[in-house]
């Protein structure tokens, strides 16, 4: 064979891999939000006592967090392990905390009910209002956009006072061959920044969680 018609050949396999690619089957994939954890010494952990409840899942739509829309037609669709989207949220904030939270410590960090550390010095819950990502492929392209919106809740029970902090994020990808691990280390990043976002707009002082005075 020659060797034009094995260029023509070789594009021809390229297209209709390409094509082969571009119609959805109505699949749902798995994403999967945890991360490894580094090594921590345990003699560090800070001596004030947290406590995270399950965060509440209200989201409008909580049987996928997204789709993608396939550039000849059809869709697939992506969800957590379980569905259980506020709970793997909640346990990426508490092995933050637990690695490496506020000035960079290691925190007393617990997921569970108020009830299950009554001597708790902050109790943590908050609700997921989104969390969601829409995929576009087109020639050549495929666009990734990832969005969180998360309420936090912090009651501290040295005065009795409360903490709020609303947390947004949201970004933007686009690249050129597809793999699903691209929409994965994507939310994986949008959580990522939320959780950043919480840390860097609240501190803990006298064994309380506040906001941090804007100056």
């Given at each position: 064979m020659k060797p034009s018609s094995l260029r023509v050949l070789s594009c021809a396999v390229m297209v209709a891999a390409m094509l082969a690619g571009c119609r959805g089957t109505g699949e749902v994939r798995t994403i999967d939000l945890r991360e490894k954890l580094p090594m921590v010494q345990v003699t560090d952990i800070e001596p004030v006592k947290i406590v995270i409840e399950p965060f509440e899942d209200r989201r409008a739509d909580k049987s996928r967090i997204g789709a993608r829309s396939h550039l000849w037609g059809g869709t697939t669709y992506f969800n957590v392990p379980g569905d259980?989207?506020?709970?793997?949220?909640?346990?990426?904030?508490a092995d933050r905390l637990k690695t490496r939270g506020w000035r960079d410590r290691v925190w007393n960090v617990r997921v569970g009910p108020a009830a299950s550390v009554p001597d708790a010095d902050i109790v943590i819950n908050g609700q997921v209002q989104d969390f969601s990502t829409t995929v576009k492929s087109r020639v050549f392209s495929t666009v990734i956009e990832t969005n969180s919106r998360f309420n936090v809740q912090a009651k501290n029970q040295s005065d009795s006072s409360t903490t709020i902090r609303r947390v947004e994020g949201a970004r933007t990808r686009t690249v050129f061959w597809f793999n699903?691990?691209?929409?994965?280390e994507q939310l994986s990043a949008t959580l990522r920044d939320g959780i950043e976002r919480l840390l860097g707009d609240t501190t803990i002082e006298h064994k309380a969680l506040r906001s941090v005075r804007q100056k």
């Open positions: 259980r989207l506020a709970e793997m949220i909640t346990q990426r904030l699903n691990d691209d929409v994965q």
